[in-house]
């Protein structure tokens, strides 16, 4: 028999990406999203689609006793570091409650594996050296507690009940299907790339830089923007891995790029200047994140494709080009 997965959050950024590359290597998908924040057209031909919220504990009950399955791969949850400054309740019990209801879920109908979507927001105090697997967890945003308490609660699922698990940190998802399948759609946007192509191409007036004072080269935040499609593939490798014990792995290309040096290159890119002004910070938002990946590079051969910045812009630049209206039908 095939192999088989539930994927929540299927029809978000990072999930739908991990969807098309379970299918296309011929395994089984049921996507378990409640539309909330992702897409129906996001959802790849070939996944089963069930609309349903996490919350729902009987509704996840019924679909995890459609076992067997592979693994679950959970995706679906809050995932804003500034809205969770302004709600940090809200962010801090959906994703705990969701997430830890959703594991003894998995324990009880003998699920043996479980990767959890995390973040390099669990890193929050930020660090000028790229940040491995050793680096102290210091979140700076309820959203970076949440996942740090999930991956707390994956380590006593394995310690009690043997449940092995997967926590990608990722660092900053960008680009878009290269095949021009599937993209990058929030609503409203609040992520840089998308923000800065807008304004490139005249669809936004133009691109707050969120701070200029930061302790960084020019002063703007250094991210490692890491192609959403390089992270569908060490989803992957990482169930693979499973078959050796859990792990964790810093998910990201290894190096820094600050907001000014984004908006150079779309402009690049797009043949026009950004427009741009600068504003105040933004809470939560700490100075510089990178990642060192050597350990999942090491340990599954993963090797992100789109090194850089040019590669991963150019790909969301294509996708936003030809859906201006993101995966909605476009007004009358
Ligand atoms: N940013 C910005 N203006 C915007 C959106 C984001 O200056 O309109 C900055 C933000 O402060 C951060 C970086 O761009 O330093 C990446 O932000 P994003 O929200 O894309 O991802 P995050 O790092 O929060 O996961």
Request: with cysteine.
């Amino acid at each position: 028999m095939g192999r088989r997965y539930l994927v929540t959050g299927g029809a978000g950024f990072v999930g739908s990406h991990t969807v098309a590359a379970l299918l296309d290597r011929g395994d089984a998908v049921v996507v378990l999203d409640d539309l909330s924040t992702g897409h129906r057209a996001a959802v790849p031909d070939g996944a089963r689609l069930v609309v349903g919220a996490l919350e729902d504990a009987a509704g996840v009950d019924a679909l995890l006793s459609e076992g067997p399955w592979d693994a679950v791969l959970h995706f679906a949850a809050l995932s804003l570091v500034g809205e969770s400054m302004q709600a940090p309740y809200r962010y801090l019990a959906t994703n705990l409650d969701n997430g830890v209801r959703l594991i003894a879920a998995c324990v009880r109908h003998d699920v043996r594996r479980f990767v959890l979507s995390s973040t390099a927001a669990l890193f929050g105090a930020g660090s000028d050296a790229p940040i491995d697997e050793e680096a102290a967890i210091d979140p700076g945003s309820p959203y970076g507690e949440s996942k740090a308490m999930l991956e707390r609660a994956l380590l006593w699922a394995e310690r009690v009940h043997g449940l092995r698990s997967a926590s990608l940190r990722y660092f900053n998802a960008a680009g878009a299907d290269p095949a021009g399948r599937l993209g990058e759609d929030h609503a409203p946007e609040t992520h840089l790339i998308p923000l800065v192509i807008d304004a490139a191409l005249g669809r936004r007036p133009e691109l707050a830089v969120f701070g200029d004072d930061y302790p960084t080269p020019d002063g703007t935040c250094v991210r490692d923007y890491v192609h959403v499609s390089d992270l569908a593939d060490a989803h992957l490798r990482a169930l693979a891995r499973l078959d050796q014990g859990s792990v964790r792995y810093n998910l990201g290309n290894g190096r820094g790029h600050s907001v000014l040096q984004v908006i150079e290159a779309v402009g690049r890119l797009c043949g026009r200047p950004v427009p741009h002004r600068i504003a105040p910070r933004r809470a939560g938002d700490p100075p510089m994140l990178v990642a060192a990946s050597g350990r999942i590079m090491r340990e599954t051969g993963w090797q992100p494709r789109f090194a850089d910045l040019d590669g991963i812009v150019g790909t969301a630049l294509a996708w936003r080009e030809a859906h201006p209206h993101g995966y909605r039908t476009p007004p009358a």
